[in-house]
Every structure is written in C-alpha cells, then in structure tokens.
C-alpha cells in the first residue's frame, strides 16, 4: 500500500473539516429552505458586492465557472438571484440578489443566531 503524501493528507483533512462544518450548521440552523450550503455561501458571496461577476463567484466558491454557472441557474430558477449582461461586453454575466434571495438569506441567518 502506497503511503500517501503530506498535501494528500491535508486535502484529505479539509474534505473532512468541510463536511463538519456542513454538518455542524445543518444541525444547528435546522432547516436550509431545500438550500444547499454552497447555494448560501453564493447568496452571502453575492449580498456582500452589488453585483458579482460569475468568474468572481466560482473563484470565491473554489469551483470550475460551468460548475457556478449551474448553481446560478438553480437560484435564478428559484428566483433568488438575478442575472445582467455587460451591455459593452456580452461575454461578462454579473449576477445580484432578488428581494426573495434577501428575505431566503436573512431566514438563513436568523435561524443561525436562534
């Protein structure tokens, strides 16, 4: 058996810590409203800027830009966020939080403090 290298093992500790964390505020938060914690990190990621650029959004996510186009398409289904196009150039697809993705966001949190 192949012993693994130091920079295996501490990727293999942060998927561990990850799921935790996921655990830890799952059962603390109750409930999510069907959001899953990377769509609640977009949502926060996104309230933090008016408008984020998509490359922005899966750069903070540590994600590839089709995976952050894909969880983009699940908010903007949901209505929680909203995308606009660079009127100068139609390649740059900012994206910004509806009024429902502030109300799903600051449930989020509510739960959170209780």
Request: overall charge positive; glycine content about 4%.
């Amino acid at each position: 058996m192949k012993k693994r290298s130091t920079a295996e093992k501490i990727i293999s500790l942060m998927f561990n810590m990850g799921r935790a964390i996921k655990k830890q505020c799952l059962e603390s938060c109750g409930r999510t409203d069907g959001l899953s914690i990377l769509q609640i990190e977009a949502l926060w990621h996104v309230k933090e800027g008016k408008e984020v650029l998509m490359k922005d959004l899966a750069s903070h996510l540590f994600i590839a830009p089709p995976s952050a186009t894909s969880l983009t398409d699940d908010l903007v289904k949901a209505k929680l966020v909203k995308r606009s196009e660079d009127k100068k150039d139609r390649r740059t697809t900012a994206i910004s939080l509806t009024p429902k993705g502030k109300r799903a966001l600051a449930n989020f949190l509510k739960k959170r403090m209780e």
